[in-house]
Structure formats: C-alpha cells, structure tokens
C-alpha cells in the first residue's frame, strides 16, 4: 500500500514538472555576459581599481567599496589538512599590504563579467609587477550596483610568485 502511495506522489510531481517549469515570467538566459552601459561601467570600476593600487591612493580604492567590511580576502592556493578556515574580513590585511608596502604596477588581463541585474560578478587574474618580481593570481569580485553605480561587495584572489 505505502509502495502505490509513493508512486502516484512521484507521477503526480513528474506530471507536474512541465507545468511549473512553464510558469516562469522570464525565461532563464543563455548567458550573463554583461554588455552595454553596465558593461562599460564595470569595465571603469576595473580601470580605477589597478589605477588607485599602482598609484597606492586609497582614498580613491574606497571609493569602488560598498564599504570597508566587504569580504576581502587571499585565499590559500593549496590547504592543508587540518588547516583553519579562511577569514575572509580581511580588508584591513589587504589595505595595509597594498597601500603601505612596496610599490607594484598591477595589471588584469583574461577578464569575465557576467551580469544579472544590479548584481555582476567578475573574474580575471591579475599580475602585479616590482622591479625585484612579478606575482599573479586569480582574482573573483561581486559587485552591487547601488544609486546606480557599481560598487565591490566582495573580493577574493589567489596567489602565486
């Protein structure tokens, strides 16, 4: 008896699943690739972001914050086992590393925004270059449009020398 009850509970939701998925208003994009204004919008947000680490003026990388307790945070590249779990409030740590340490000329390249929305999200990995070294990463960045500008809710990269 409680096998028959399953299985017309199963038909019953299978029967249904093309009604539900039917019901949508707007259909599910092909893609999030951001284009157009929004697009040129982050691309600037990029743009003063390498400006204001390779001229180290912080006041105008605050500028790109939501605020200044956003995630932010270098992600270990390899954990080890029994390691602890990453603090991921650690703009001051970044804050402190870029604008009071040594000099570098940072540079993004393979660069992915998608977009849905107020909401985009960017991908790309940066190389930032001293006249001793040249280290890169791999950098992922959420970004809320708010009163019509983007601004970084969340950063996080990788590391390598």
């Given at each position: 008896m409680?096998i028959?009850?399953l299985w017309a ?5 299978l029967s ?8 949508y208003?707007?259909?599910?994009p092909?893609?999030f690739e951001?284009r ?5 919008a982050?691309?600037a947000?990029?743009?003063?972001y390498?400006?204001a680490v390779?001229t180290k ?6 500028t790109?914050?939501?605020n ?8 270990p590249?390899?954990?080890h086992?029994g390691?602890?779990?990453v603090?991921t409030?650690r ?7 870029v604008f009071?340490g040594?000099?570098?000329i940072?540079?993004?390249?393979d660069?992915?925004?998608a977009?849905d929305g107020?909401?985009?999200?960017v991908?790309?990995v940066?190389?930032?270059?001293t006249?001793k070294?040249q280290i890169?990463?791999?950098?992922t ?6 009163g019509?500008?983007w601004?970084?809710?969340?950063e996080?990269?990788t590391g390598?020398?």
């Amino acid at each position: 008896m409680m096998i028959k009850v399953l299985w017309a509970a199963a038909a019953a939701t299978l029967s249904a699943a093309p009604l539900v998925a039917a019901s949508y208003r707007t259909p599910v994009p092909t893609t999030f690739e951001s284009r157009g204004a929004d697009r040129r919008a982050i691309e600037a947000v990029l743009k003063t972001y390498t400006k204001a680490v390779s001229t180290k003026n912080q006041a105008l990388f605050e500028t790109l914050l939501l605020n200044k307790a956003v995630p932010f945070s270098g992600i270990p590249v390899a954990q080890h086992a029994g390691s602890a779990l990453v603090d991921t409030a650690r703009y001051e740590d970044f804050r402190k590393g870029v604008f009071d340490g040594e000099p570098f000329i940072q540079r993004f390249q393979d660069v992915h925004i998608a977009q849905d929305g107020e909401l985009a999200q960017v991908s790309l990995v940066f190389v930032n270059s001293t006249a001793k070294e040249q280290i890169w990463g791999w950098k992922t960045m959420q970004l809320v449009k708010v009163g019509g500008q983007w601004k970084i809710a969340a950063e996080f990269f990788t590391g390598h020398e």
